[in-house]
Structures are given as C-alpha cells and as structure tokens.
C-alpha cells in the first residue's frame, strides 16, 4: 500500500506541476529568463478550501489482542476542509493553515475467544505553520504543526458491539505543491504524516484495557479559494 499512496502522490504532484510550469511560461514569456527571487503572483491572505485523499499506517495495540504488543497494517480515506492565512513576503511565504476531516483509517482482526477487534481513527485535525517559495504561480511547500484526533475501539461478538472512544494529541510534518489555477483558485497536492499518539480503552469485553497508538501518512489534494 506504501507504493500506491508514494504513486498516488507523485501523479498529483507531477500534474499539478506541469499544469503550474505552463502557467509559469505563458506569464514569463516576454519577461527575462533569469529567475528575480521574487513572486510574479500574489500569495497573501485568507483562504480556505476542501481536500481528500489516501491514508495508510500503523495501529499498535498493547497489550496485543492475544498477547504482547502488536503493530498492524491499518488504511483508510479521508476527506475534509481548510482555513488559513499567508503573508506573501516577495519569494517567501509564510502562513498558518488548520483542517478538519473525516476519517476511516484502521484495521481489524478476528479475537481468540470469537467475534472481531477494530481500532480505527474517526476523525483528525492538524494546525500547522507553513513556508513556502513561490515560482510564479507554483509554490513547494514545508509544514509542521500539532495534530489531534478522535479514535474509537470496537468489539463484536456474537451481534453485539461494544465500543469505546478516546482523544489522541500528537504531531504533524509534510510537504506539499500548490498551483495557481486564477487569482483566486488554486490546486494542491499534498503529503502529511500524523503521529497521534497513545490512548487507553478501557473495558472492553473480553479484553479489558488496551492502548492504542495510531501514526499514518496521508496523500492528498485539494481547491483553495483566496477571499
């Protein structure tokens, strides 16, 4: 699945570099060649926007169902919405972003005793910083913030579902491309990966108390619009 997302990624990205690099030449066309180390277009202000995409990770579960700790393979979609700020500095720019989404990143396995064991990521948010060097009307991007999130841990057995739900806190770093469509619109492809740490749940029948840690990478693009 690692291969897939990476591939899934570097699609987004290219075309949204190609499409970028044309813009990019129809502006400079009847400028000189040489790169001025400032922004043909301008990056400052509010803006907000929808994304999706694809996430894959791991969810580690202590102690395992069974026994000792175990890490497992967990997936997932994602899909959400933006708000944030730049200051366009002229061949800088430096800016405050937030999202919130929905999720469904997680795995599940059959218990020893019958029934199924699922732990999963319900939603997730991140408020981060980010830098970035604008080109023209293309901007590669660096963010870094803190992450948050909502997770739940299911047993079913027997027709009966028994669940449980805990906040996660954590942290968030990626890179990103973003390409200006007009001077309102513009498109991004992104990758972040979200440590949102260890949290107990407790009670759950007929295995008790478990922590789960829940880290993933996600790949994904998105519309802003600038007001």
């Known amino acids: 699945m690692n291969r897939l997302g990476i591939a899934l990624f570097a699609s987004v990205a290219l075309s949204t570099s190609a499409f970028a690099a044309d813009l990019w030449t129809n502006t400079s066309a009847a400028s000189s060649p040489v790169f001025a180390g400032s922004s043909v277009s301008n990056w400052g202000g509010f803006y907000a926007g929808v994304s999706g995409g694809y996430s894959w990770g791991t969810t580690t579960v202590d102690p395992a169902v069974g026994a000792g700790t175990s890490s497992n393979n967990s997936q997932g979609w994602t899909l959400g919405g933006t708000a944030g700020y730049n200051m366009d500095m002229g061949g800088f720019v430096l800016g405050a972003e937030a999202d919130l989404n929905w999720a469904d990143i997680g795995y599940s396995q059959d218990n020893p005793g019958g029934g199924t064991f699922t732990a999963k990521t319900d939603f997730y948010g991140t408020v981060r910083g ?34 449980q739900s805990a906040n996660h806190l954590g942290w968030t770093a990626g890179l990103g491309l973003e390409a200006q469509a007009t001077s309102n619109l513009s498109l991004k492809a992104e990758y972040l990966y979200v440590d949102l740490g260890s949290q107990a749940y407790n009670g759950l029948p007929g295995l008790g108390n478990r922590d789960v840690t829940q880290r993933f990478s996600v790949i994904r693009a998105g519309v802003n619009y600038k007001f």
């Open 130 to 163: 980010r830098a970035g060097i604008p080109i023209g009307q293309v901007m590669p991007f660096a963010t870094l913030g803190v992450a948050y999130g909502r997770g739940s841990a299911q047993v079913d057995n027997a027709g009966v579902t028994t669940s």
